[in-house]
Structures are given as C-alpha cells and as structure tokens.
C-alpha cells in the first residue's frame, strides 16, 4: 500500500493513548482497524476479544486475567513499526498479529530486538519465519504451500488454457502468485500475463483490456478483495468472464457486497473453515451471545493465538519472552482450529489448504478429489 509521511503521523498520534497503568497480563493485537482491509482486521479483533474473555472466564493465566490492546496497523509497514514499538514500551507479555505480511515482516524485527513474542493469525509470506528469529509463530499456514494448491488446479484445469497470473506488489499477493507461477510452469504450464495492480486503485479498464487481448481462460489473483471485487465486476461489465481465483484474503463478505453476481463461481484457496469443526459450535453461540457477527477464519485464527500464547505462558510458568518462546517450540497446543504444533522455524508442523468457491453469496467448501 502507499505509505505517506501522514499515515505515520497519523498512526504515531492514534497510538499515543496505549501508555496507560499496565494491570495484569497485557497481549497486544497489532491488525487493521482502518484501511481497505479493516473487515478483516474487525474479525481478528472480536476473535482476540473472544479468546481474551473466554479464558478470564476460566480464571485467566497464571492466577492473572488478561488484557487486550488493540493497535492498528492499517496493514502499513511504517504504521506496522509504530505499534510494534508501542507494544515495547507497554511492555506487552506478547502480540498477537500482524493481519498482513507486508506489517508482520517489519514489525517482527523490533518484536525480535526487544525479545517480545509474536503469534499471527494471518501473515502468511514465507519470509516472515525464514529469517530463523524464535520468537516469532504463526498459526496459520504459509504462501508457498497455499499457492500450490491453486497452483496445481489451474495446471489440471487449464492445461493447453491462457492463463492470467495478478498481484497488488505487496509482500502476501506478491509472494502468492510468484508460488502460483512457478507452481503452474514447473507443471508444464505457461502464464499467458503476468501483471500487477496497485492497491487501492479502482479502474481496471485497461488491465481488462489486455486480458481480453490475450483471450485469458482464468485469471488468478494475489492480494484482497477490495480489488480482485473490482476487477470482476467491471470485467463482467466489459464482456469477459473468466475462472477467477484468489487467495484467503477472499474470505470476507465484502468481496460479494464488491461484485454482487458477478462474484458467482469466484474461487480461493484457506485453510479448511473453523466453522464446521463440531468443536467450535461453543464458540459460535459465544459470538452469538455476545452480538458478534459471525466469525470466519480471521476471527477463529486470531483466536487461536491467543489461545497459543495462553497456553504458552501458562507452560512457561512466566511471561518472560524468551521462557514463552521456549514454551512455544516445543509441545502441542490445543485450539479451536485443532492441534498446533511449531517446527523449529515458528511455522505450524501440519499446514492444510482447500479450495472454496463463491455460490450465492455465501463461499462454500468444494469437495475434495
């Protein structure tokens, strides 16, 4: 996203207000409050809020309640290290987040010099775990098995096909459809276009133009809704109708209120929903009771972080970082999105990607093969 010298002031004044008294255990959530993906960020936050609630329920951590705050990264990198560097001076016993790789990357170095640890929900770019830092998890899956998926179905399903290969140049798209390329080509596949837009932007006319030139099959997307949204719509608008497909940064209801019908068919790969695991149905009428909208795997996963460090500093018998980090790489932690476990990277030990399609409004699971 474009980064001005405004957003960080803007991002520095807003956080100006967290110095507050700290009082038992403080988790800091650094998501996307604002911005275009602020639906999403509004899931990792009631799902954190959740978790928060439901284990002071139980009598909190180490004979302590927890405390969340929130700060908001707007997914900006610079606004990413404002928050990380607040969390610092609030002395947070560890931080759920970042929503977006492109936030997660940078913020991850401060949270690595300070010693704080860091669990993310979202962030799934490689990068974020290869520079090998301990203290850094997430619970969620990376791009570069999540791009094989779509990677190996449009190799099986357009073979001999024009296909279109897009990205929003930041770090979570980018990284994703560079996975879905070399995927798709080392299948024997070619990319009919490869091009990239910039996030934020509104008229594709010219992008569906050229992929109209190139009689594209299917268009693969790296990057969120708010564009892929436009793209489909206007493209539709313009006479072409391609297989499109994206990522987790899909699931949102946002994509369908973008697009309407013309998001019909739409599809994107994530982790199999949280939602239809017997063992979350407590947990939904939780979010029911307490006038929250229904919860997505934003919501669950963020959750499940928090879920993660509970457990962690519980092990740890302390909320010192390095004690938690200790904690964390070894053993099993048991959440609402299952059983997680962290290789000696941070990354989970057992990642798992389906494939979901867009169908009336609603996205829904396609049956496995």
Known sequence: MRLTVLSFVSATALLAGFGTAQADIVIGLGTATTGPVAALGEQSVYGAKQAIADINAKGG???????????????????AVAVANQFVRDQVAAVVGHLCSGASIPAADVYQEEGVVMVTPTATNPLLTAKGHPNIFR???????????????????????????????????????DVVVETLEKAGGKVAYRGSVTAGERDFSALITALKDKKIDAVYYGGYHPELGLIVRQAQEQGLKPQ??????????????????????????????AASDPKAQELIASFKSAGLPEPGNFAFYSYAAVQVIAQGLQKAGSTDGKKLSTALHSGSYDTVVGAVEFDKKGDITKPNYVMYVWNNGQPKMVAQK
């Open 61 to 79: 951590v180490l004979g302590q309640k927890l405390v969340l705050k929130v700060g908001d990264d707007a997914c900006d990198p610079r606004q």
């Open 139 to 177: 619970v969620c899956g990376r791009d570069d098995q999540q791009g094989l998926v779509a990677g190996k179905y449009l190799a099986e399903t357009f073979k001999g096909k024009n296909v279109a290969v897009l990205d929003d140049k930041q770090a979570y798209g980018k990284g994703l459809a």
């Open 244 to 273: 499109f497909i994206a990522g987790d940064g899909l699931n949102n209801q946002e994509y369908w209120a973008i697009t309407g019908p013309a998001g019909e068919g739409t599809l994107y790969t994530d982790s199999p929903s």
